[in-house]
């Protein structure tokens, strides 16, 4: 049987299956993705939660049009506690998306939790490998 529902919007179906699917980026693809992070932080009034990063990673989000007073920047003086952050952030259920700079995951079993935890509260999370340089290479 064919079921159909024309107030469906296939954008967020196709969203959908992305929560569990926290993503693994390099730092070169941050200014690629910002678009698509600008699109899903303005269809609700949730946090932007940005683990690690830099002041210049905040102001790219401005820029984008993501108000700073919905950007919520969480530091870590270490890999370690920025993993944490970055699970307690989804966890949480508080942001729309949550961007981490984690240099790379410790173990196989932490990328595992992030993924459970980005299903379990249906946030969208992005892990970059490494900040983006604050100036390009000539």
């Known amino acids: 049987m064919r079921y159909n529902y024309p107030h469906a919007n296939r954008e967020f179906v196709a969203d959908t299956f992305a929560w569990g699917d926290e993503t693994t980026l390099s730092s070169t693809e941050f200014a690629v993705m910002i678009p698509r992070i600008q699109s899903l932080a303005l269809r609700t009034k949730q946090w932007v939660t940005v683990i690690g990063g ?3 990673i905040v102001r790219q989000l401005v820029n984008a049009g993501v108000s700073r007073s919905r950007i919520r920047w969480v530091g870590g003086r270490d890999a370690d ?3 944490w952050a970055t699970e307690q952030a989804l966890l949480a259920g ?3 998306v949550v ?3 984690l240099d790379g995951l410790s173990s196989p079993r932490v990328s595992q939790r992030l993924k459970m935890a980005s299903k379990v509260s249906q946030t969208h999370s992005f ?7 604050q ?3 000539h």
């Open 99 to 101: 961007l981490s700079f």
């Open 127 to 133: 892990v970059f490998q490494s900040l983006p340089s």
């Open 94 to 96: 508080t942001s729309s």
């Open 81 to 83: 506690q920025r993993e």
């Open 135 to 137: 100036s390009p290479l």
């Open 54 to 56: 830099s002041r210049d």
